[in-house]
């Protein structure tokens, strides 16, 4: 990855950082070489804050890093797009973004699936998806066919309502099967494309 640093006269790029499991965009900020090598390096975005003028690793203060999943520059070769898990709160407001973004659908549902997964790793007694994942596989299976029935029959009627909380059961349970299995729908996502390629 070369990065033409000495195109803007500061000698920085600009880096737009979206979370890679909701696409988010979270924050803009600066890198310069020594703070894109020292992303590179510790996997935890580091720009260099103009403010301040020294390298600044995001969450250094708070313990909210950002942590790399993926670097890409763009065409031109002076700005960055890094993907990342983050570890909390992006702006210094709480907010998850600094773009004041609410949730979409699409995004929420990313922020469901990191809700069950946690709730798998971390089972808590008042959780309906901890008790599905202590129940096993075959109940968590079992489940997902019951909601798919129960999608099925509501199709057949005139409620959209109650149309769309079957369809929203179904996908709750599909998340908590794959979490199950050990995927993710970025996983799943991954099929979809690859068979879109082939045509």
């Not at 195109?7 to 900020?29: A, E």
């Not at 993907?83 to 973004?97: E, F, I």
């Not at 909380?165 to 179904?170: H, P, S």
Request: net charge negative; charged share 30%; glycine share 6%.
């Amino acid at each position: 990855m070369k990065i033409d640093f000495k195109k803007y006269t500061d000698g920085l790029v600009p880096v737009v950082v979206q979370d890679d499991s909701t696409q988010k965009v979270l924050m803009l900020g600066f890198m310069n070489e020594e703070a894109l090598k020292k992303t590179q390096l510790e996997n935890k975005v580091t720009f260099f804050s103009r403010s301040k003028q020294r390298l600044w690793t995001k969450g250094e203060t708070s313990g909210n890093y950002l942590n790399v999943k993926s670097i890409t520059p763009d065409c031109d070769q002076d700005t960055l797009l890094v993907k990342v898990l983050p570890n909390g709160p992006v702006c210094h407001t709480g907010a998850d973004t600094c773009f004041n973004e609410k949730n979409s659908g699409a995004s929420f549902i990313y922020e469901l699936e990191k809700i069950i997964e946690d709730r798998k790793n971390n089972p808590a007694e008042d959780s309906y998806s901890s008790s599905l994942f202590a129940k096993g596989i075959n109940k968590i299976a079992q489940k997902v066919g019951e909601e798919a029935v129960e999608l099925v029959i509501e199709a057949k009627d005139e409620d959209a309502n109650l149309f769309k909380n079957e369809a929203a059961d179904l996908l709750f349970h599909y998340i908590v099967l794959l979490q199950a299995k050990g995927f993710s729908l970025a996983d799943i996502e991954e099929v979809l494309y690859k068979r879109h390629q082939k045509k």
